[in-house]
């Protein structure tokens, strides 16, 4: 045997050291799409920063940042450039960086939120002690206060605002210089030049009182400042930590091992990670299912809140598919693995959910180019403030240039839509909807029609019996013999007739194709179930199986099955009506089927036996009469409809091709959740809105008052600050 080629053995160590944080989209060989959590971003800036810092690197194709989640997704060839150089170049630009999994991220979150803790605690503790010392030069009468006393407590106020502005204030230099050294402009530049300019006014005052810059000295403003800058970003911070611990917890809901069952009957605990397709695994109650697959033995109960969002436990019986991440609760199941490890729906949903949050929405991306702009503008304004002032009165001069430098600070304005649309996305997570596109928001707020398939969307996947009749025979006789027939096929029918009975005494038992299952019973008659033209030489066109004894043509049970809708389909359509959204039904099932469905649901536009191509060209019809379609599928078949509607959401456990399609994923399958996705773009939008407004607002109002010196550096950077605030606070409402 030859040894293998030189760096083989290499490669294969960097494609397993990749592998829980990397996908390979081009296949093999390829270019591959690795995610990151960074740390150590304050702004919008810093994300295009780090971009430009890695397209630099050899064989980078793209870098995304999304400066709202602190996620980077890097499109690059490991061969051409290594882990250890995409880490490196992260860190010369002044950032932390880490692998995005579980443990590493977790840790890298842990620290940052620690860090940024003790910064807001030193900022807040000093500025209490820097506002005591100021008290009494507030309050004292003409004369209560002696110049000495003064002189004192302005130093004390100047050795407490040292930690402020050498540990506290850190993040505000540290980024404005990465931002000076890349030539771009970010809010950080004129936040960090207002508290160097002021610290400096207020020393030179301190040490020489009849100096060029006054004997104002500024402490109070200052580390007030600080401390309430800090605070607003300690929950935008907060805000992105809770959206990554969801991510997570999907992404580690896999149990530690699994009981793989072998062939002689024994078992052998192992990795999830070395399960293979066609494998048997046996799940006890309290455990976790390790990969996705169908019940081969046992019933019992499942927990799927982790992935669905579904408190309520979910039935689970022989032929019911299981989902890897959810939990057993009763009963041990002996499961037939049809996915694993990066294929599971656990681990599709946790890639398009870092998809999602790598993206850099448009809206976001043209306000960060604005805060640019309006930073230069702010600069120029403050230096030509702080001019005029010099000749009009030299002493205000500093402090009218740090309030213009201070009160303009585009911090809100580049709050404004990450702060939004990464509450509302985490907002639609927990109630089953997972957004794969940020931008969906904005175009769900535009959408007139909602237009639904039929079979696994307004229905569920399993059918029901509707009714059945018996001639010359005891119907309800006839039918407990019919379900423990029922019991010994595995057809879908038969599946919802027997619902679950145990399967009868029956002997030669055969299932033939496309007729049904017969078998004999202890007298040795033959009994059939199956089409109503094999069983009876007089089928009953109104049913779709029938039972019944060969030789014995009056005594048949005919049985009708019909779909039935999901348990919220009527109330979802509902809601949606009265919110004057239309609702049309689109399926390629027989029409009798949809006819009925859309009875049942209130539905008054639907359509039947429409083939891929006649759905695509009904959707391009209403799109051409003005209408902004929804379009809610499963099958393969709805794929090309669902990639030319506006807005596309798929079934969480339909076919991959409609989930790639898609925009978001209903991984609950509560179809209440499309109408509250509708409300909660809206309200989002408003919210955007209300916070774009607001920094406007807030710009005009105070820029006029800084200017002419009404508005002192306290009163700016308590408004700068407040400002910021409030776009986050504001944002949180969407989690109502």
């Known amino acids: 045997m030859s040894a293998p080629p030189p760096g083989l053995h290499a490669a294969e160590a960097d494609a397993r050291l990749l592998a829980p944080f990397t996908t390979w989209p081009d296949g093999p060989g390829g270019a591959a799409l690795s995610q990151f959590q960074v740390s150590g971003m304050h702004c919008g800036a810093c994300a295009g920063l780090i971009e430009t810092a890695l397209l630099k690197l050899p064989g980078v194709q793209a870098a995304s940042v999304n400066p709202a989640a602190a996620r980077l997704a890097l499109r690059w060839h490991p061969a051409q450039a290594a882990l250890g150089d995409v880490l490196a170049a992260l860190h010369v630009a002044g950032y ?46 003409p004369g209560e206060l002696t110049p000495d006393l003064d002189r004192l407590l302005r130093w004390a106020s100047w050795v407490l605002t040292l930690p402020v502005m050498a540990f506290a204030a850190g993040p505000f230099f540290g980024g404005a210089w990465r931002q000076l050294r890349a030539r771009r402009l970010g809010m950080d530049v004129p936040v960090a030049l207002g508290i160097a300019v002021t610290f400096i006014a207020g020393t030179s005052a301190l040490f020489n009182p009849g100096g060029l810059l006054g004997q104002e000295v500024y402490f109070d403003s200052l580390t007030m400042f600080v401390a309430l800058l800090l605070l607003a970003r300690w929950f935008e911070l907060g805000a992105r930590h809770r959206a990554a611990d969801a991510l997570e917890a999907v992404a580690g809901a896999l149990p530690a091992t699994a009981e793989r069952l072998r062939d002689d009957g024994s078992s052998e605990r192992v990795a999830p990670e070395t399960l293979r397709v066609g494998e048997r ?60 490890g990066a294929d599971t729906t656990a681990q599709g949903i946790v890639r398009l959910m870092q998809q999602a949050q790598s993206q850099r929405p448009l809206l976001p991306g043209v306000l960060e180019h604005v805060a640019a702009g309006f930073t230069a503008v702010v600069l120029l304004l403050a230096l030509g403030a702080g001019v005029a ?22 911090c809100a304005l580049t709050l404004a839509a990450p702060a939004a649309w990464l509450t509302a996305s985490g907002t639609l997570a927990r109630r089953g909807l997972l957004l794969t596109d940020l931008s969906a928001l904005e175009r769900l707020c535009a959408v007139d029609t909602v237009v639904f398939d039929k079979t696994g969307t307004l229905s569920d996947d399993r059918l029901h019996l509707r009714q059945h009749w018996s001639r010359g025979a005891d119907a309800d006789a006839l039918l407990d013999v019919a379900r423990s027939l029922a019991a010994l096929s595995r057809h879908p029918h038969a599946r919802a007739l027997a619902d679950g009975r145990a399967a009868g005494s029956w002997a030669d038992v055969r299932e033939l194709p496309g007729r049904g299952v017969e078998a ?123 990639a030319a509607a506006d807005v596309r959401i798929a079934m969480g456990q339909g076919a991959m091709l409609a989930r790639g399609a898609a925009d978001a994923l209903l991984v609950s399958e509560r179809l209440m959740a499309i109408p509250q996705a509708l409300a909660l773009a809206l309200r989002t939008r408003r919210v955007l809105r209300q916070n774009l407004a607001w920094a406007a607002v807030y710009n005009l109002a105070c820029v006029p008052l800084a200017l002419t010196g009404w508005l002192p550096p306290l009163a700016a950077g308590i408004g700068m600050a407040a400002s910021s605030l409030f776009v986050v606070l504001n944002a949180q409402r969407l989690n109502r």
């Not at 979150?109 to 030193?122: D, I, S």
């Open 389 to 410: 002032w010099w000749w009009v009165e030299p002493s205000r001069a500093l402090a009218v240039a740090v309030a213009v430098l201070i009160v303009t600070c585009p």
């Open 96 to 141: 932390g960086a880490t692998p995005d999994v579980a443990a590493p991220a977790r840790a890298l979150r842990r620290q940052e939120r620690r860090q940024a803790l003790w910064r807001l605690f030193v900022a807040a503790f000093l500025m209490m002690q820097v506002m005591m010392m100021a008290t009494p030069a507030y309050v004292a009468g």
């Open 281 to 340: 695994i046996r799940v006890v109650a309290g455990e976790a299912f390790a990969a996705d697959g169908k019940v081969l033995q046992g019933q019992g109960w499942a927990n799927e809140a982790l992935l669905t969002g579904e408190s309520a436990p979910v039935a689970k019986a022989v032929g019911d598919a299981v989902v890897a991440g959810s939990i057993n609760l009763d009963g041990p199941l002996v499961v037939a693995v049809q996915r694993v």
């Open 520 to 642: 004999r019973d202890a007298s040795g008659r033959l009994w059939r179930l199956g089409a109503p033209g094999w069983v009876s030489e007089r089928p009953d066109t109104a049913a779709r199986l029938a039972f019944g004894c060969e030789g014995h043509d009056g005594v048949v049970l005919w049985l009708d099955l019909a779909e039935s809708p999901r348990t919220d389909a009527a109330e979802a359509v509902a809601a949606l009506r009265a919110r004057g959204v239309r609702v049309k039904l689109l399926s390629g099932d027989q029409p009798d089927a949809v006819a009925c469905m859309a009875a049942t649901l209130g539905i008054v536009h639907w359509q039947a036996a429409a083939t891929p191509a006649s759905k695509l060209a009904a959707m391009r019809e209403w799109q051409a009469a003005g209408e902004r379609v929804l379009m809610v599928g499963d099958g393969i078949n709805d794929a090309p409809v669902l």
